[in-house]
Structures are given as structure tokens and as C-alpha cells.
């Protein structure tokens, strides 16, 4: 026959017998030009695919081949099946069953007649009826035991290699295991280039976890347990907690997090410290002082400093009865004795009582013996913002300067970078831009050097440099410094250094011409500060509103702007406010065409 001959094998994974593959491979090899031959296989087969490869005798149409673009899934959707779904909603959906016709079928199919689509969308997962029913039917039913068993019990995994499998599971052929699953095509998708590392299609794994819940429900505390375990041993500290949380075993959670949220929040990612916490119980963290501690530093870190008084005062009461028992002693004492005064130091500034706050951050200080490293960097820091919102710039960056070497010792990098960017401020105000790019970049290059230069406290380093690119007019070298900062940043909830660095990109906005967008970028940020109702914050989102107005000519709305600056400094007192204040005044009167003979001399700040 000289015509084109094409032989289709559908369902060929059912084929167990070798000589079939057998006959299959040797008419491969002997097979005719004009003879095509089509497998449709949900396994890949028993045959040399590497051989075909090799010499381009082979077309593969694998599953993310198959996977619908959000076009064809609104073709099938709206076309196909009837629907009325706008392109949000279709998108969802693609999303969730991560572009699967079949999954869009019946997602499909369970649409119609719901009264809500976008309330079915949010709900649908793999527990849903039909998922279930399929998937269970079609494949899982279709598997030896063993397997079934090991994907039920890895189903709690977001992802996973051989090792960690064989960890849970107890099962020493689990790497073999998972060989014969990625044959299947059984949903594994692979999450590195060396096929060690997998994850399962997200559908696929909720109906895996629903017949866990189902057929296993005693077993599911003691897997996560296994795997936290196994996290915990290997350096990943974010899943190690995220499953001991998840075993709803909340002392050893409690444990697993005081082992590992302070590396976390040394790197920058105070939000992730803060889900952890409130993920525990009241139970095991009400009468905790460290617990309660942490919460407190989360909070700082985040700037919710409004919430950090009724926490601090269950702390202190909590450290008070240990010592009472005799349960604390020795450095353990000491740390939460130094961590209870910074806390009281931050609260001291917030109420305008620099003095105090000064005393508080000294005492703490005080509480670190000679030659402890973990806990004296964070202190001098702390003394630095001290004396800073006491007016005594001078004596903040020396403590800035005294807190870097210091807090990179105890590996507190949020520390370390807030140091840096305290200094660098402190010395912008005094007309030192030269000093401060050097101290920046120097962290920059170290941050680089020692492979923490994409941790979220690094971010502020690089929104630092755009400040000081800012002040030199250097707009493009500021902009590119803020974009790296704040994508760096912002994971970690970093809220010092966002929003600061929203301030640079406002005033890069307006100074580019474009004021709508600064305009944009204020009013999104009042949003924020409004929320958080804490005196400073607010005050200097007003001074930025303020220097806008001036620019802009809106003299009466740069007055409002300053009216709440001044009931902010009566609350505060902080330097920095009274410092905005001498700058924006003169400003606003010399925009009126007032004359400067006539101003009264302006309040002093009282050291």
C-alpha cells in the first residue's frame, strides 16, 4: 500500500502484557514511511521513548499541551456549555482546575441552575460531588492498593521528594513509588528541572484530602507531625511550622514556632511570624512571656504599635509570676528582662515621653551581659530610636552606627538594615548624602556578598538609596532603586519600608509631572494609615499631603494638612514631627506671599 496509514491505540496503559509492548516496539522498528502510529495513554508506555526521541521519530502531546487557554475555556464554557460567565470568572475557574478540560466540564456542568456563580467558584475544590466521583472512578479506583494508600497519605503535602514521602509514609520504596506515579501521569507536576522535587495538580490533591478525611481521619495529625519533622531536620522552617500547626497539636506548635520566628523575623518576614501566632491557641500562649514577647516585636515591626500595650502588660504579668516560681534565672531572665523594656521604650515614644523611652531603651541594654551577642544589637538600636525621637540626632547615629556591627553579629538582619537606614536618614537630614550612600551600599554589597540580598529586610537598603538619589535629582537612579526595594520588601510585610518607599514613588510621580498618580498614591496610602490610627504614621502622611499642596498652589488644604501635623506633635513630640513642621511652616507662609519678619519663633524642641 503506498497511501498514508495511520493505526490509533486508545486506552493503551490498560496493556499489562509484555509481549504486546514487545510487538509494539519491533513494528516501530520495522515500521513502514507511510505508516503513523497514534498511542493514547494515560501511562507512558513500555517502549524505547528515549530512542525515538533521540532520532525525531516521536510527537508528544502531554497534559500542559492539552491545558486550555482562558480563550478556549471561555469558548467551552460560554460556546460550548451554555453559560453566561464574565472573563473574571472564567479566569477563576482556568486558575483553579489549572487549565483542565475535564475539570472545566464539570465545573461546567455543576454551574448550571446555582443562583451564584461567583459564590460556586469560590467554593469549588475537589471535594466537590463530581471531582470526586470522577477522578475516583476514573483513576483512583484503577490503582493497586499501595499506591492509592501512598497518595492519600501524601496529599498533605504542598510539595514533596522522596525522602520527605518515605518520611511520612514509612515506606522505603517511596522515590519508586513516585517513578511509577510520574509513568501514570498521575497529576504530579514537577517544581525542578532534576525531577526530585513535585507537587500534585491542585484538584487532584483536594480529592486526594477529602478520602483521606474520609477513609483516615486518625491519621492525619500524626502524617503532618512526620513532615514537620522531616521540614524541621532539613532547614525549612516555614513548612516544619505550617505542619505542626496543621496536626492541631498546639504545644508542640507553640514550641516549633519559638524555635524558629526569631531566623524569621531576622530575615524581614514579620507576616509571616504574625499568621504563626495567631495560628496557636490562647491556651498555650496567654501565660508565655516569650509567646507574648514575640507578638510584641511582630506588631512593632508591622507598626500596629497601638496594639502592643494590652500584650505587654500580659507579658509583663507572665514574667512576673515565673520569677515568682523560681522558673526563670541566669540569661533566660536577663533577655526577657531587656525585651520587656525595649517594648517599653517603644511605647514611652509613642507617648511622647522621650525621656523615659531613652531610660528604657539604657535599662535594656543594661540587661545584656558582656560579651552575649544575642539581644545587645537589637538594644543599641533601639537606643537609637530613642534618642532620635528625643531630637539627639547626633547621639542616634552613634548608636545606629554602634548597633550595625552588633546586630549582624546576633543575625538579626531586620536590625541590621534598620540601623543602616536610621543612620542614613539621620544623616541625610544633616546634608551627609555622600556618607549615607556609602553606608548603604556597603550593606548592599555585604547583603549580596553573604546571599541575603533577596531576604525582605534587605529591601529598605535599596528604598534608602533611592531617597538619596532623590535629594541628588538623580530620578532615574531613584526609580530603579525603589522598584527593587519594594518588590523585595513587600513579601515580609515590611510596613516601615513600604511605605516608605510609596512616599518616594509619590514624589517621583509628582516630580515627573504626573500628578494624578502621586495624587493615587496618597490616597491609597490614606487608606492604610487611617486603619492603623497610630499618631506618627499619621502625622507623616500629613506632612507629605502638605509639601504636595504647597507645590500644587491648594494653600487651604496644605493648612488642613498642617493643622493635623500640629495635634500629632502635641500627642508625640517626636523630633522628626517638629522637624517637618520648621520645614513645611515657612513654606506654606512664603507661598502666601506673607512676609517671614512677622512669624513667630517657632517651637523648640525640648531635649
Known sequence: LNAGLILILDDYHIIEAGQVHDSLSYILEHQ?????????????????????????QLVEIRAEDLQFSSQEAASLLNEKMGLSLNSEQIEALNTHTESWVVGLQLAALSLKGQSSYDRFIDQFTGGHQFILDYLTEEVLDTL????????????????????????????????QMLHEIRKRNLFLIPLDTEGRWFRYQHL??????????????????????????????????????????????????????????????????????????????????????????????????SWQNRAIEPVLEQAG???????????????????????????????????????KSVAYAEEAAGYIPQGMMEGIGT???????????????DGAIQAYQQGISLVHEEGNLVAAYGCVYGQAMYMLIQGRLNEAERLCQSAIDRAEREGHGEFPAAGSLYITMARIELERNQLDKAQANLNTGLRIARPGGFIVAERTGRYVRAQLAALHGDLEAAVNILEDLERIVTAMDEPYVVAELSWQWAAHYIKTGDLEAAREKLRILDEKIALTRHANLLLWQGWLFPRLLAAEGLSLIHISEPTRLQV
Not at 150 to 169: H, N, Y
Open 32 to 56: 513502514p514511511p507511510n505508516l503513523h502510529i497514534i498511542l493514547i495513554t494515560r501511562v507512558d508506555p513500555s517502549i524505547s521513548l528515549a530512542r525515538l526521541r533521540v532520532h525525531r
Open 144 to 175: 493497586p492498593k499501595n499506591q492509592r494508600e501512598f497518595l492519600l497519605q501524601t496529599s498533605i503535602l504542598e510539595r514533596f521528594c522522596g525522602a520527605l514521602c518515605q518520611a511520612v509514609t514509612d515506606d522505603p520504596s517511596s522515590g
Open 204 to 301: 487532584f490533591a483536594e480529592v486526594l484530602y477529602t478520602l483521606l478525611v474520609r477513609d483516615h481521619p486518625g491519621e492525619i495529625s500524626a502524617l503532618h507531625l512526620k513532615a514537620a519533622a522531616w521540614f524541621d531536620r532539613q532547614g525549612y522552617a516555614d513548612e516544619a511550622v505550617d505542619h505542626t500547626l496543621r496536626s492541631g497539636d498546639m504545644h508542640r506548635a507553640k514550641q516549633m514556632v519559638l524555635k524558629h520566628w526569631m531566623a524569621v523575623r531576622h530575615r524581614g518576614a514579620v507576616a509571616t511570624v504574625l499568621q504563626w501566632l495567631d495560628a496557636l491557641s490562647e491556651q498555650v500562649t496567654q501565660d508565655d512571656p516569650i509567646v507574648l514577647l514575640a507578638r510584641c516585636w511582630a506588631l512593632f515591626l
Open 317 to 355: 504579668l507572665a514574667y512576673q509570676r515565673l520569677l515568682g516560681e523560681g522558673s526563670l534565672e541566669g540569661a533566660q531572665r536577663d533577655q526577657i528582662a531587656a525585651q520587656l523594656a525595649m517594648m517599653h521604650s517603644v511605647l514611652a515614644r509613642e507617648r511622647g515621653d522621650h525621656d
Open 379 to 393: 538594644a543599641w538600636n533601639m537606643l537609637a530610636a530613642a534618642r532620635a525621637g528625643a531630637g539627639d540626632f
